[in-house]
Structure formats: C-alpha cells, structure tokens
C-alpha cells in the first residue's frame, strides 16, 4: 500500500535558523512527491514537487527539498527560517488511478506537521 | 483570476439535515477531488472525479454523494449528516495528467 508518513506532529525553530520537516513514503514505481503549506484559516498551497531529476528540488518562498531515494525520504528545508513560515505542512505522494489506467494519479497525504518559528 | 471557491465557508447544522457544498473552479480543470481534514488524520480522501459524469469512491465516501453534471462544479452532498461529520472539507482540481492541485479555501461543517 503507498502511504507517506510525516514522523513529527510538531517543529519548532528559532528564527533565522535552519528548519527541516521530514517525510517518507512508500510507493510502489517511481513516486511524485509534493509539498503542501497551510497557513490559518486559509486552503492548501502548493509549494514544490518532486517528479524526476535532481533530488535537490526548489520551491516556492525559499524553501527546497532532497529526494532520497535509498531512504525513500523526501524532507522540506529552508536556510533560514521566518516567524512567517510558521504554518502546518503537509507531504504527499501520487498514488495511481488504476481505474483509469494509471492517467491519473490521486494524493496520498501524510498527517502533516506543525512548523512553530519563534522570534 | 485562476481560483476554486467553495461555500459555503462555515455551516453549523443538526444531525439528518440534508446539505450540500458547493465547488466551483474556472480553470477548465478534468479533475476535481474532496477531501476532509481533521487533526491528527491529516487530508483523506472523500471522492474524486475525473471528468464530468464520471465520479469515483476515495478513501472514506461512507455517507457522502457527489455529482458532475458540468465541469467547473462539483458539489458535495450530505444526504443525511451526523456528527462524525463535523470536519475541515476541501475541495481541490487539477489538469489530467498534470500533477499539482488546486485547493479551495475550505468548508467547516459542524454536526450537531
């Protein structure tokens, strides 16, 4: 079964310093890994994906992330952390539609994590 | 403006009252999907739909209907709502084939 875990319920960082939120997953071929943000009352924005090339991958508001493929391992990280940036993040993985012959591929959500950056 | 909305926002209702919510995007987007958020469990999936008239069962579709009559809109239905419910429901679209999708602001439902 594909699924993607995300092990923390909660990062905490001090402004200015380097913040990863981690992810793995399991799936079966080649997976497509995404990034998700949440902030306050708001819906989810797309901040990065993963579908092939380099495992180092850039996204939106300085954040990057590194495929690991022998570690199935796909963490969100940025240089140096904002008191913005303080949102719940969410991983997610593409799980094939076999129903419609694997044209379509629906997102697996991890639980997500809560990224708290302190002044 | 490129945008999925949903409403409504916030709805407070009572256990077995019929109610609907609504999605609605203007991206010309194949696929539609809901999904329901709630702490802990992150986003699971409730039904999708890969183009109109054509619906599918997600991870819990358990007392949930959906439809597709057009493109842009695709509404979540509540035949009968009880309080197990009460959830943060999002809707979200994407191009066939293309992978990122596209989320509305959310629906807070509570079941009373």
């Known amino acids: 079964a594909q699924s993607v875990a995300q092990p923390e319920d909660q990062v905490n960082v001090a402004e200015g310093n380097p913040l990863t939120v981690k992810c793995t997953y399991s799936?079966?071929?080649?997976?497509?890994l995404f990034w998700y943000v949440q902030y306050p009352n708001r819906g989810l924005q797309f901040l990065l994906k993963y579908i092939t090339g380099d495992n180092l991958v850039k996204g939106s508001y300085g954040f990057e992330a590194e495929f690991n493929k022998s570690q199935t391992s796909f963490h969100l990280k940025k240089p140096s952390a904002l008191v913005s940036d303080s949102a719940l993040y969410f991983c997610?993985?593409?799980?094939?539609?076999?129903?419609?012959?694997?044209?379509?591929?629906?997102?697996?959500f991890g639980k997500g994590t809560k990224l708290s950056v302190k002044p | 403006e490129a945008q999925v909305t949903q409403n409504p926002r916030y709805l407070i209702t009572v256990t077995g009252k019929k109610l609907t919510v609504t999605c609605s995007q203007n991206?010309?987007?194949?696929?539609m999907s809901w999904y329901r958020q709630d702490p802990g469990l992150g986003l699971r999936q409730i039904y999708y739909?890969?183009?109109?008239?054509?619906?599918d069962k997600g991870d819990v579709p358990e007392g949930y209907k959906v439809s597709r009559k057009e493109k842009r809109n695709f509404p979540l239905i509540l035949e009968s709502p009880s309080p197990n419910q009460t959830s943060l429901y999002f809707c979200a679209t994407s191009m066939v084939g293309e992978e990122t999708q596209y989320f509305g602001p959310g629906t807070r439902l509570l079941v009373l």
């Open positions: 997610a993985v593409r799980a094939l539609s076999l129903n419609y012959g694997g044209s379509q591929g629906n997102l697996i």
């Open positions: 739909s890969m183009n109109v008239e054509v619906t």
């Open positions: 991206m010309n987007h194949e696929y």
């Open positions: 799936v079966s071929g080649n997976p497509y």
